[in-house]
């Protein structure tokens, strides 16, 4: 079957640098998004990973190692407004593509 | 503000009621999704639409019905919901070049409508 897994919960200091790890067992792997979203609102987008390797976009990174199913999204200088839920989703591609959520894993930056 | 419009953003509902989400989403895309997201579980797609077509029923109970009048217009018809229902219901539009579905690409995603359901 297709798995992903990340961690629940995490707590991190405003202007630290926090690392949210994602793994993955999935067949026919086409690439993974990282989504953010706030309490009450809609994802939002921040990064999507087909090759191995570092994506850095400002303040967030997304790491990707397709042999090792894994994958990490590093955010630096946090910030208060950072606190929110951060899913990992992984397309597969079979027929179609299909893309499978992670079940989040909630960030929460305290001063 | 993703281009993807919901409503209405809360809804609480009997049992026996009958009530019907909408998604509107300005943004040209092709492809539009209803994904239902319960707490502490991982978004869950519920119906795929390409080109106005459905692509994709993941086994969703009847008691969900979707319609998609044009590219732009996604709905979700309920009907008898039980109290598990209870979840937030998101609609999601991406652009799927290929035609194969179901987000091969980045979705953008409206609000979400907070069901309940008593």
């Known amino acids: 079957g297709q798995n992903i897994d990340q961690p629940t919960e995490m707590t991190a200091t405003e202007g630290a640098i926090v690392q949210i790890n994602c793994t993955y067992q999935?067949?026919?792997?086409?690439?993974l998004f990282w989504y953010q979203q706030h309490a009450g609102e809609a994802p939002t987008f921040l990064s999507y990973?087909?090759?191995?390797g570092l994506e850095e976009k400002g303040r967030f990174s997304s790491f990707l190692s397709r042999s090792k199913g894994y994958s990490y999204l590093l955010l630096k200088e946090l910030q208060m407004k950072d606190s929110a839920s951060y899913l990992c989703?992984?397309?597969?591609?079979?027929?179609?593509?299909?893309?499978?959520f992670g079940a989040g894993t909630r960030l929460f930056v305290k001063a | 503000e993703t281009g993807v419009t919901q409503t209405p953003r809360h809804l609480v509902m009997g049992m026996t009621n009958k009530k019907s989400l909408k998604c509107e989403q300005h943004?040209?895309?092709?492809?539009m999704y209803w994904y239902k997201q319960s707490a502490k579980k991982p978004l869950e797609l519920m119906f795929v639409?390409?080109?106005?077509?459905?692509?994709e029923n993941n086994s969703v109970p009847s008691r969900f019905s979707p319609e998609c009048p044009n590219s732009s217009h996604l709905f979700l018809h309920l009907h008898t919901l039980q109290p598990e229902d209870s979840a937030l219901y998101l609609c999601?539009?991406?652009?799927?070049?290929?035609?194969?579905?179901?987000?091969?690409?980045?979705?953008?995603f409206g609000q979400g409508t907070r069901l309940t359901v008593v």
């Open positions: 999601a539009s991406s652009q799927d070049e290929r035609g194969l579905g179901n987000l091969g690409t980045e979705a953008f």
């Open positions: 999935t067949s026919g792997f086409n690439g």
């Open positions: 990973n087909v090759l191995d």
């Open positions: 989703a992984v397309v597969i591609r079979g027929g179609g593509f299909k893309t499978i």
């Open positions: 943004l040209g895309h092709n492809a």
């Open positions: 639409y390409n080109f106005k077509e459905q692509t």
